[in-house]
Every structure is written in C-alpha cells, then in structure tokens.
C-alpha cells in the first residue's frame, strides 16, 4: 500500500525557473491538499482540491498554480520560483468526505531556490 | 480568524515520565481536533483525531478537548525515546460541503531523555 508519494524528494532550482512537485495518492480520496512548512510558520495551506478538475486556494497561493486531471494526482507548480518559496512542502489527502477530517501526508519535497 | 497557539519548546523530560502537550485556540468554530506527530525529515502522521469535546484514548495516547476553554492536550504516558519528535496540533471547521484544510499549531519538540 503505497499511500502518498510525493516527487522530487530534493530539487535546487534557480530564481525565474519554472518548477513541477509532483504528488500521487493511491487510496482514491478526493480531497487533497498542498501545504509548505517553514521555521516559525508551521504548516501552511496553498490550495486543495476537493475531486478532480476542482481546485481552491489556501492561505498563501500566491506564486502557486494546481491541476488535478485525475483523482490521484495534485501536482504543485512554481511557475516563476522566487528564493522567499524555498521551504518544505507536503501533499496531503483526505478520508472523510467533506475534507474537513483528518488528513495523510506525503513524505514531503525539499526545495531550494538560489 | 484562526489562530492556534503551541509551545515551540523543546520539551525535555526523562524516558518513563506523563507528557503533556498542549495548544489553545481562538476559533469557537473548530470543531475537529487532531495529534500528528513529525520525525525529523519525515511528513507529518496522525497520532489521534477527535470530535468536539471530551476524551479519546489509544494505547500510551490520550486526547483532550475543552471547547468552552478553547484547549486541547496530548498526554503521552510511560514516554520512550522513540516519542522524541515535533508533535503538531491541528483542527478545523465543519464547513458544510467545501473545505480549507487544517489549521496547525507550529509544533512542540519533544525530546525523551533515555
């Protein structure tokens, strides 16, 4: 049972570079979720997906863009990298139905941008 | 808003001893309260999610919510040095059909002295 998967595990990346995490879930759940964690932020939401082709924005998504063709993919793309997006970031799904339950993490990708 | 405030830490107590970890909130709308717990470069795991208020036990864990104090707490009992990690705190709202993910503590560093 693979779970959640995230790729890449590391990436260094530079200013102006357009970057793709990628994010692979095989429990079939609908809601997912996108997060960044930094020193003295915690954990933060960037966007999340209620079902395929349904995305919404979080708290920071703001140089941030999300797809989600099908139910088992979310991937998170940097479309222009800035060195303030080099941080931790973990894709998460969701059981319940309402995406209000708890949630199951990825094992996170990070990245640098220099 | 949704604030949710958690000690940073590091919490220091001898292998065997009762740890108690803790976070308040100010959202009076939270409704579901959840323990993940975060090895050193690894994604969070969910350790214990609860409903509302009152008492959920599992094994050495038990959960604590008080909505009417806007407080929640982890106990740990007879405390291995496998618990040393950073334990996160999170909830959310019901939020009828939709949902904004979870809002999180920004984690408690625990360490476990052998």
């Known amino acids: 049972d693979a779970g959640i998967t995230q790729s890449p595990r590391y990436k260094i990346t530079e200013t102006g570079r357009q970057v793709t995490l990628m994010c692979h879930q095989t429990?079939?759940?609908?809601?997912m979720f996108w997060y960044r964690q930094d020193l003295g932020h915690g954990l933060r939401l960037i966007y999340y997906?209620?079902?395929?082709?349904?995305?919404d924005k979080g708290e920071v998504p703001d140089g941030y863009v999300v797809s989600r063709s099908k139910t088992e993919n979310f991937p998170l793309t940097l479309e222009s990298a800035t060195r303030s997006q080099t941080s931790v970031y973990f894709c998460?799904?969701?059981?319940?139905?309402?995406?209000?339950?708890?949630?199951?993490f990825g094992p996170g990708t990070r990245l640098t941008v220099t | 808003q949704k604030e949710v405030e958690q000690d940073p830490g590091p919490l220091s107590v001898p292998e065997g001893a009762i740890v108690s970890l803790n976070c308040t909130y100010s959202?009076?709308?939270?409704?579901?309260f959840m323990w993940y717990r975060q090895y050193s470069r690894k994604g969070p795991e969910l350790l214990m999610y609860?409903?509302?208020?009152g008492n959920k036990e599992d094994g050495r864990f038990t959960a604590q919510v008080d909505k009417s104090s806007k407080y929640i707490s982890l106990f740990i009992r007879d405390s291995q040095p496998s618990d040393s990690a950073t334990y996160l705190c999170?909830?959310?709202?019901?939020?009828?059909?939709?949902?904004?993910?979870?809002?999180f503590g920004k984690g408690t560093h625990l360490i476990i002295q052998p």
């Open positions: 998460a799904s969701s059981v319940k139905t309402s995406g209000s339950g708890e949630q199951y």
């Open positions: 429990w079939s759940h609908s809601y």
């Open positions: 997906s209620a079902a395929a082709d349904i995305t």
């Open positions: 959202n009076s709308a939270f409704q579901y």
């Open positions: 609860t409903y509302s208020s």
């Open positions: 999170a909830m959310s709202e019901w939020s009828g059909g939709g949902a904004d993910g979870l809002t």
